[in-house]
């Protein structure tokens, strides 16, 4: 069953609404972006979320002390690094920080998945390039550029997914799907398009 990751969590009513759907994962964007949240506010959207939920920090190029202190609070359960971070800061976090890592891979070409292998991560997010953003672009790179990729670790895709097209992503068996903005409506979670997400992934109704 492909997973599901929300992101961009940074209500208390998108907590609300993460606790009804129960996807795998929940984002907490702690890089400069419209859903930034701080390390106090994710400690309170922590507390309340489902713990069958796993929450997943959003970092681009962040310092690791940071990154330490949020894992020590149980704030995070898994470091998700969204930027141009290098194969060397990757084994650094993986030294220091004892969670899971998703690193993301922002993908324009074939060339862009052949660097996969130098990371030492647990899983990867593959995500839209663009010259003016570290992804939350609403743009989808082409799947068929998957059908030739030998990618080592299991993959998140992300990019340009919203209720209406995600299945057509589903067809290149990805571990998990990662959703923001086609999930709002004027930069807000937006239950109902939460639960068309979650159940045109899942296949049945969320209540």
Do not use: W
């Not at 993460?18 to 994710?42: C, H, I, K, M």
């Amino acid at each position: 069953m492909t997973r599901i990751k929300i992101c961009g969590l940074r209500r208390k009513e998108d907590i609300e609404f993460a606790n009804r759907l129960l996807p795998e994962y929940a984002g907490f964007v702690f890089a400069d972006s419209t859903r930034q949240v701080t390390g106090a506010q994710a400690q309170q959207l922590r507390l309340q979320l489902d713990l069958r939920i796993s929450a997943v920090g959003v970092f681009v190029q962040e310092e690791i002390g940071f990154i330490k202190q949020l894992a020590a609070a149980r704030i995070i359960d898994m470091v998700q690094l969204h930027g141009d971070e290098s194969p060397e800061y990757c084994r650094e976090v993986r030294r220091q920080v004892k969670l899971p890592i998703i690193k993301v891979l922002r993908v324009r070409d074939a060339a862009s998945l052949a660097v996969a292998a130098d990371y030492d991560c647990d899983y990867l997010l593959l995500d839209t390039y663009t010259k003016t953003a570290y992804g939350g672009s609403g743009q989808r790179f082409s799947i068929e550029l998957l059908r030739e990729a030998s990618l080592p670790k299991p993959y998140f895709i992300a990019g340009g997914l919203n209720a209406e097209n995600v299945q057509s992503v589903l067809v290149a068996a990805p571990y998990a799907i990662d959703v923001s903005g086609g999930v709002e409506t004027e930069g807000r979670k937006d239950f109902e398009k939460m639960q068309a997400f979650v159940a045109n992934v899942k296949g049945s109704k969320a209540k």
